[in-house]
């Protein structure tokens, strides 16, 4: 890192406490104030692009690249920029799921901003990914599966929220675990049901129907030999071990933290709202273990396990009546994102 990123960091630490103050008051302009963050935290990676690399067997998202080299000419500058857009606008879903299932006190931008600096945390996370497109489908379903308990058609939803996980499925074969989240909401979110049940396994398999469909159309078929991908991806893989010690240290205290602040909120909460979080920590547990169980090709396999951390971090952020503690962890993430885009070097 040169001394122009130090320098864009430590600005932005310096007014660390008058940034988490804007955050919490919910103001749209603090919209233009992430994203403005976003961008000095990713500073390093615009000014070191890489391009993504054709993953062997996974044909599904390297047909999904041909699709974007047809504007983006494989550069890497424009794929790196894709790649933080699409971050930051994930940041934003991530808000909006928090805000509209009511999971915090208040709602604010504070689950924004602690994605945006978990995610800075590993700079290869900053490059257009699989895990980045895998993640989208695993948030469009966490959404849809949340409202399980609070709509007047559940099946469309339940339907609905299985096609979602079974197409993250489909782009990467590990995220095929995420079927035990979504038959765990089942079990979690709403009385059983046979019907509710037969149409979660029919929203499940509807994808493979139409993707074995058109492999067998395009006469490709032979091509669904490749699609089992797994392997082991741990931490040791990350990077230098200075780097990964200090990361997981970073991430036990900050997940800690967090788990605290939870035990002390959500019990003041609504049913619904307890089952909701009882669903996000089943998601967080069995984010970890797809991204064990991914290829060790794919880099940023870890990357899906972050929007989990996210909700369960930002009760740090949140606690009301300890607003030392909270500015503490504030701080000590700034800390810990200005560390590893050294340590990582």
């Known amino acids: 890192m040169n001394s122009g990123d130090l320098f864009c960091y430590l600005i932005f630490a310096k007014t660390g406490r008058q ?8 103001n749209p ?46 550069s ?23 805000a509209h299932y009511k999971l915090f006190y208040r709602p604010s931008y504070i689950p924004a901003l602690v994605y945006i600096l978990l995610i800075s945390m590993y700079p290869p996370f900053g490059f257009f990914s699989l895990a980045m497109v ?54 979690i979110l709403r009385s059983f049901n046979v019907g509710e049940w037969v149409v979660a396994v029919l929203g499940y398999v509807t994808p493979l129907y139409f993707f074995a469909g058109i492999l067998f159309l395009a006469d490709k078929l032979p091509l669904l030999s490749e699609w089992p991908q ?11 071990p200075v780097y990964i010690i200090g990361l997981l ?16 909120q959500v019990p ?29 090709f794919v880099v940023s396999a870890w990357l899906i396990v972050i929007p989990a951390l996210t909700f369960i971090i930002t009760h740090g952020f949140n606690l009301e009546k300890s607003k030392r503690f909270s500015n503490f962890i504030f701080y000590f993430s ?10 990582y070097k």
């Open 134 to 187: 895998v993640n989208w489908f695993v948030l469009c379903g966490v959404d849809v599966m949340l409202s399980f308990n609070q709509t007047l058609k559940p099946r469309k939803n339940i339907f609905n929220a299985g096609y979602l996980f079974c197409l993250a499925g489909v782009l990467q074969f590990s995220a095929l675990g995420f079927v035990v989240l979504l038959l765990g909401a089942l079990i």
């Open 76 to 98: 890497a500058f424009g794929y790196t920029f894709l790649n933080i857009i699409l971050l930051f606008l994930q940041a934003l879903y991530i808000n909006r799921i928090a």
């Open 29 to 74: 302009f603090t919209v233009i104030i992430l994203f403005i963050g976003t961008l000095v935290l990713k500073l390093g990676v615009l000014l070191h692009p890489q391009a993504p690399v054709r993953l062997p067997g996974y044909f599904v998202y390297n047909s999904l690249l041909d699709l974007f080299n047809v504007v983006l000419h494989n």
């Open 334 to 343: 700034l800390l810990l994102v200005i560390f590893c885009q050294v340590a």
């Open 19 to 26: 940034v988490l103050q804007t955050f919490r008051n919910n």
């Open 268 to 296: 003041k909460n609504g049913i619904y709202i307890r089952r909701n979080w009882a669903t996000l920590t089943m998601y967080a547990i069995i984010a970890v273990l797809v991204a064990v169980f991914t290829d060790v």
């Open 249 to 264: 240290a970073g991430f036990v205290i900050l997940i800690s933290c967090g788990l605290y602040g939870m035990q002390l």
């Open 230 to 240: 797994a392997g082991i991806s741990l931490p040791r893989q990350l990077g230098p």
